[in-house]
């Protein structure tokens, strides 16, 4: 890209140097010569450069080559031809452009340039402008020394000639070229880094005064000659450099002046030869040029032209020169201390009244412009002001200020014509606005004139009117709005820029302070500069006061007037910071009265200015009422807070609310130095809020009231306009911020708020106490309360006087004062205790107890509502803060305790709802030693009449007390061993029985529901966390808690009405006495008295008086047994039960067996007085003890017998029988039969007989070898007993034979059949398990159970009787199976002799019983006895008969004819059996094989399964051969007889299967005889020969199976025959 732009140089330049070449080739050869010399030139430099493309550049060959290239271009300015030139000029440009000229040939190009200057030549002087100021601002060439300056005076000179447009393209590059000589000045400080000078001032000698110091370069010496010449240039005096200039005008040379001394600060602060010119040239010059205008007065001819201008003020030049001395007032103080202090004097007396209009607007400005800079003022107060004989110009500057501005507005006052708007004025300075800024003047009303002011905008634009009038040679009209207009914001600007000083230093002062630890004295490092703003406001204020009263006033307008109250609101802040309370409370006391009303007088107002100094005027009152009344907006109308006001009603205007704005601001942003101005700002916002109507809130903010609004109807005071509504909810959020910003103040500064506060809150309170005040002011009292909870963090120092305060507040007559005053209370109370400050609350117990203070001493207060307030306030504590209570729980809990007594039900809602949050949540924050005021609390609210839910629920407050004990017992039992001194003794177990007691209390209540969950929590409490106690608590809580809470419900329950409720409600029948329910807690606290005593055994055993507290127990519990009410003696049967289910756990053995023996002792003397039958006198009985009871009586014994099993005696089991025996005979009543159900038993036993079996079992399974011998038998008598009831009902005295009217009975004894199966089936099972034991085969058990069966086993054929009759067939099987065997062990003693007959009897009853069969008797049940009777039958085959040598003949002969009766298949008339319609096959042929079986003749030495033949064996053959052959004998003749009756009637098929087979049995039976002859006795043998003629007789038969069989037993009579026997 580089070498592309030298290309194209080269060929620019070719292209010129052709084009003169052509120009000049006819006259001027030379200079053709020269530009074809300098193209070669060219050529031959590309031509050497081009063999190296890539690395080409032809810059440097060109600038070694300049004097070649420009030869030809200088010597065409020679040729004064105008085309020529101008080629020339514009290569020349070309050729300065691309730095191809260097130094010394730009003193040729200048040389050139007055050349072609001097030619004159009208068309050439823009070029020649031109190719200067290239030349100059070039860097290669870098003019300097003479050639600039000959270079600038060239464009002096074309400044000043006839043609318009040179003469400003001079005079922009005249500016140029000198920015430019000074921006070389900094370049070179900047790359030399040069620092500001310090040091001694330069003073030249007098010989070298113009001329610059050696010492500087070439750079600085042209700057410092071009502005030693300026100044002379302006002073008129010839200048030193910039010889040749034959022209100047001062205001060219001003502006020169000014330009460099605004934008080239640095260069006269780095170098001291500047600084000299600056005091020695320019304040000279200064001085000179004010003359005119200081001794010009108003009215003065017009100055004339030429030498005249210099002796009258000319406005061109005294407008540029009040700008030079603004620049050096603003940016050159420092160095000119002296000279400052003459130009602000000069400049203030053209302020004075005598001078024209422009000046004063022109004085103005420059003020304005000084008054933006408050540092700059700080300084010339502490240079002139505190400096003990200058001048005090900052005084005068500001009295002057104020004085200019009174002056003015009164002469408006007196002359309000008005000479031209300031409107025009402005929009008219089109030249300065270019014509887009237009404004809208601002007006003051002084007195009914209407003063125009200059718009904010306009100087905040920095448009000014007259400093910028640049072009104007005659200043324009000045309206004096303007003048006004500026001198009212210059007043303002200075107070701002005074304010702004003191708020930075006060903060910089401040944040010192804080990195210094607080140090305030170490943070004021220059305090010198405290003591100057305190001089500047001192020499200030009382004419600030004045001016800004006096604008206050005037304002109609929202712009203005917030300018004056921002500039009021900055005054009051500054006077407070630097401590001068006079001016602090005169500011605001303007503030405060702007803001109220007009005539509304307070007299804190008359105190706060009758301080101030006479000469101090703030405004009149027929100002204020002339401006609220004709230029001011009504917006709202109220009445006077003040009872005796003589107004009914006030208004309040804009003006007045905006003034309330400011008081609000001045407030909130500096209320640390408001001090004990507070009073009087309180009493204004008092009042304001007041005529506003803002009402209070909670949290002490005042809100609009909605009631207020235009409505008249609306019930409210208070009327506001739609214009108001919008801001009073911005006042309402400045009046909250106000007390918000109040934890900004120091310790000093908020006591003074709370002062106030308190003040005003006394002052309502007092005018509360008349009858005239229908409501108080509580803005005193919601802002201290706001006061208070915005200073959480520090409010250890405003605790005791803020809740001193409330606290009076508490107990005022006047129900809102006293509301609130609560409110206030509690609300600090719970934002303290939430508060986190810099040490909790945890380790400052002094600051919690100082807290909680004001809380506990609400209680003292009797009124409803605070107490309600109070308990209100403690619930949301406790919700919010509740864990960091600490050491403060006690006054908690008296809080919350208090309102028990109370006669209203919401405090004591209220205050159970904080105490369930304690319970619930905030147990492990109360100290242990509180648990028992704790404890006491709950109780006090469980025993409240007035809410029985409470009640209720407290109690289970006391059960979750005693789990967060028991949790946390080893670190309640530390704490409380680690005691103070001035503690009360306290141990663990004492907090137990204190709550263990105090649930005692609730347990008695007159309320049955609270009795009975207090008695629940009290036993539970106890058996869950009685492991804790001790020994000696434990015997405490048995005889002065648990027997003493027995003793008086036993008591109360005696002496309880049985009178019927008369509630209102409906109650159940069981409740509905006193009595009953009294019945009902002595149940519930017998359960648990005995539930303690079961779970605690082991515990109480240790007692030292254990055996009379268990004694006692068991006295409570038979006395509640055979109580009357069935409730209470079920109940106590559940108790008993409960007291037997564990051991003692005592460590004696026999002291164990003492105290059951006891427990057996009430058992059973429980239950003969519950089943003692009446006596023979007693017919009938209204009621008898219920089954259930009995059940449960009965049910006790299992358990009580594992505790007396070792020592369980005959006795005992007597005893025992007596109590079963009589349970089972208790009848119920005929109608409750039927709902006796049977329990879930095979044998559907009713529970009680079920229980009774239970109680048998546990007996005979409890018996071991080493029992008793007489125990089994015991045992069996009374099942066997029981068995009987099967066919007989049991008895109970005479009330069992009651009949009804109907011929029922009345009382019924249960179904006992299935409860003497269920005996006779267990005698059966303990029988086999007990046959052989001794006292059973003694005392004849085998006999009796045989004998119990015989009844039993007769019921054949009773349909009632079935299911017994069969399961005595399966008992009377079992029983002589399991016996049998035992008595042919015993067959030589006397314990069975009885059995046989027995035996017989049942036997002969159960197969012949003497009821006849049924006829309706199903074939099924016909099969089923069948089976039973073979199945006896054969028992009596193989386990009777075969043991023949055991068993008496007598009873022997009596089976065989039981046997022989059996084996008949149908019964004879002689049997009595006719008419029956069913045989019985399978018993008759049992029999027969029975009797067959035994019949058979044995060989002697053969073994049979019988063993050896013995005589009773022998006895049983001859007995049952004998049997078989009459029977044989009989049936065959039977046979005959009935063939031959019937003819050819074929017989029964049966009777013929008959004889078949007793025929068959006759051949085997003679075949045996026939083997064995000796073996048979000689009856038989005669039997034999009896049967022959019955057999011949048969042959005739006319069966042929029959006469087969009848054949074969024929043929055996033929062996007979040989048989020595027969024979």
Known sequence: MAQAREKRLIELLQGDLRNLSNETKRKYPPVKEAAESAILRIRTLTGTVGDT?????YLPSLQESCADLLQPFLMGCDT????????????????????????????????????????????????????????????????????????????????????EVTNHTAEATIRQVVALVFDRVIIEDDMNQVQDWSGDEYIPKSSAKYKPPDNLSQTVKDAYMLFQDLCQLVNADSPCWLTGITEMTRTFGLELVETVLSEYESIFSKHPEFNF???????????????????????????????????????????????????????????????????????????????????????????????????????????????????????????????????????????????????????????????????TTLTLDYRGVSIPLLPVSAVNNGKYLYREMLDKVDPPPVPDGYVLGMAFFAFLDLIKGLTSMVDSEFANLKDNSEKDGGNSEKALENPSMIEIYKEMLEATWCGMLTVLSLLLESSIEDTTTEAVLK?????????????????????????????????????????????????????????????????????????????????????????????????????????????????????????????????????????????????????????????????????????SELFESSKNLDDVA????????????????????????????????????????????????????????????????????????????????????????????????????????????????????????????????????????????????????????ASEENPIRTGFRSLQLVVSDFLPSIPYRSLRQCIDVVTQYGLQMRDFNISLTAIGLLWSVSDYMYQNRQKIGESLKNKDSDD??????????????????????????????????????????????????????????????????????????????????????????????????????????????????????????FGKAWEKLFAYLENAALCSSSEVSGAAMCSFEDVLVSDIGMESESENAQL???????????????????????????????????????????????HIQAKFSLQHFRDLTRVLDGAIRVPVRWDAVAFELPSLSSFRLTPLQDVIIRSINVIQKGISLESDAAMYPAIFELLLKNAGYATKSPTYGKISKKLLPNGKQKWQCPNCVPFAEYSIGLAVELYKKTACHKAVIQHGVLNNIVRSLRVPLSKRYDPTMKGTWEFAVDALVHVLQTGMPVVRQHSQSAYFDALWDDLHLCIEAFLFPNTPEPKDLSVEDHL??????????????????????????????????????????????????????????????????????FSLVKDSESKSTYGDLSSSTADINDLTLESIIKRCHSTLAAYIEEERLTLHTPLPQSQINECVRLLTSMDSLLGSIIENPSSVDASIWNLVVTLYPVLVNCVSCSSAEFRTKVARVLLHYKSLVNVDGFR
């Open 277 to 439: 010119l600056l005091k020695d040239r320019v304040c000279a010059l200064v001085i000179r040029l004010f003359s005119p205008n200081i001794k010009h007065r108003q009215g003065a001819p017009p100055p004339p032209s030429s030498q005249g201008a210099q002796d009258k003020p000319f406005f061109p030049i005294s407008m540029r020169l009040l700008r030079v001395v603004s620049i050096l007032l603003k940016k050159y103080y420092t160095s000119l201390v002296t000279e400052s202090e003459i130009f602000l004097s000069l400049l203030l007396k053209f302020l004075d009244t005598d001078k024209p209009n422009w000046q004063r607007v022109l004085a103005i400005e420059v003020l304005q412009q000084l008054c933006v800079q408050p540092k700059l003022l700080r300084s010339f107060c502490s240079a002139y002001d505190m400096q003990t004989h200058n001048n005090k110009i900052y005084r005068n500057l500001v009295t002057s200020l104020g004085s200019f501005i009174q002056n003015l507005m009164a002469s408006y006052s007196s002359n309000p014509t008005v000479v031209s708007s300031v409107a025009d004025i402005l929009n008219g300075s089109s030249t300065a606005n270019n014509g887009q800024n237009s404004y």
């Open 1424 to 1493: 089923t006895q069948e089976n039973l009777d073979v199945k006896l039958i054969r028992l009596i085959r193989d386990e009777v008969l075969p043991q023949g040598s055991c068993i008496p003949k007598t009873f022997v002969t009596k089976i065989v004819e039981l046997l022989n009766k059996g084996s008949s298949h149908r019964r004879d008339k002689h049997n009595g059996d006719i008419g029956s319609n069913r045989s019985r096959e399978g018993l008759s042929q049992a029999c027969f094989d029975t009797l067959l079986q």
């Open 1156 to 1202: 059951w023996a006891k427990a057996w002792d009430s058992w059973c003397g429980i239950g003969v007085k519950v089943t003692e039958p009446p006596g023979d006198d007693v017919d009938d009985l209204d009621a008898v003890i219920s089954q259930a009871y009995l059940t449960s009586y009965v049910s006790l014994f299992s358990t009580l017998h594992k």
């Open 53 to 57: 493309p890539d690395k080409a550049t």
């Open 750 to 901: 908020l006591h003074h708020l709370i002062n106030a506060l308190c003040s005003l809150s006394l002052e309502a309170m007092d005018a509360a106490y008349s009858s005239n005040v229908k409501e108080p002011s509580l803005f005193a009292i919601a802002k201290l309360l706001e006061t208070g909870l915005v200073n959480m963090f520090r409010i250890e120092i405003l605790w005791r006087p803020v809740s001193g305060h409330l606290l009076e507040v508490c107990q005022h007559p006047n129900a809102t004062l006293r509301e609130w005053g609560a409110e206030g209370v509690t609300s600090l109370v719970k934002s303290a205790i939430a508060y986190k400050h810099g040490k909790s609350l945890g380790d400052n117990p002094r600051m919690l107890h100082m807290f909680l203070h004001p809380l506990k001493e609400l209680s003292s207060v009797t009124h409803a509502d605070v107490k309600q307030k109070q308990l209100d306030g403690t619930l949301q504590m406790l919700q919010s803060s509740g864990d960091i209570l600490s050491s403060g729980w006690p006054e908690i809990l008296h809080v919350i305790g208090s309102p028990t007594g």
């Open 80 to 163: 004064k031809s105008l085309p020529i030139i101008q080629l020339c000029f514009t290569s020349m440009q070309r050729l300065i452009n691309h730095d191809i000229i260097d130094s010394a040939m730009s003193v040729n190009i200048v040389n050139i340039l007055w050349q072609v200057y001097d030619q004159n030549v009208e068309e050439l002087q823009l070029r020649i402008l031109q190719t200067a100021l290239v030349l100059l601002t070039s860097k290669r060439s870098c003019v300097s020394g003479d050639v600039l300056a000959r270079a600038l005076v060239l464009c002096f000179r074309l400044h000043f000639t006839k043609n």
């Open 567 to 735: 500039c009021i609101e900055s005054c009051a802040a500054v006077c407070g910071y630097l401590n001068n309370k006079p001016a602090r409370d005169a500011f605001i006391t303007i503030l405060c009265k702007a803001s109220l009303p007009v005539h509304y007088a307070l007299p804190v107002f008359n105190a706060s200015l009758a301080c101030l100094p006479q000469k101090i005027t703030i405004g009149s009152e027929q100002q204020q009422v002339l401006n609220s009344s004709l230029q001011q907006q009504v917006v709202a109308m109220g009445q006077p807070l003040a009872a005796n006001s003589s107004q009914v009603s006030v208004m309040l205007t804009a003006k007045n609310i905006r003034c309330m704005r400011t008081v609000l601001n001045l407030a909130n942003c500096h209320g640390t130095v408001m001090n004990t101005a507070w009073q009087i700002i309180l009493t204004t916002l008092q009042h304001l809020v007041w005529i506003l109507g803002l009402k209070p809130t909670a949290s002490g903010q005042l809100l609009p009231n909605p009631r207020s609004g235009s409505d008249p109807n609306s019930g409210s005071n208070t009327v506001l306009t739609t214009a108001v509504l919008s801001d009073l909810p911005v006042l309402s959020s400045m009046l």
């Open 984 to 1105: 009360t003794p306290l141990c663990m177990d004492d907090l137990w029985l204190d709550l263990f007691a105090k649930i005692g209390k609730l347990c008695v209540d007159s309320r049955p529901a609270v009795r009975k969950s207090a008695g629940q929590t009290l036993f539970s409490t106890i058996s869950t966390h009685g492991a804790l106690l001790s020994t000696a608590a434990w015997d405490r809580v048995v005889w002065d808690v648990l027997f003493v809470l027995m003793d008086n419900v036993q008591t109360a329950s005696d002496g309880a009405s049985c009178e019927r409720s008369k509630a209102t409600i409906l109650m159940h029948h069981s409740r509905d006495t006193d009595r009953k329910q009294w019945q009902e807690t002595l149940v519930l606290t017998l359960a648990g008295l005995s539930r303690i005593f079961k779970l605690k055994r082991g515990v109480l055993a240790t007692l030292p008086h």
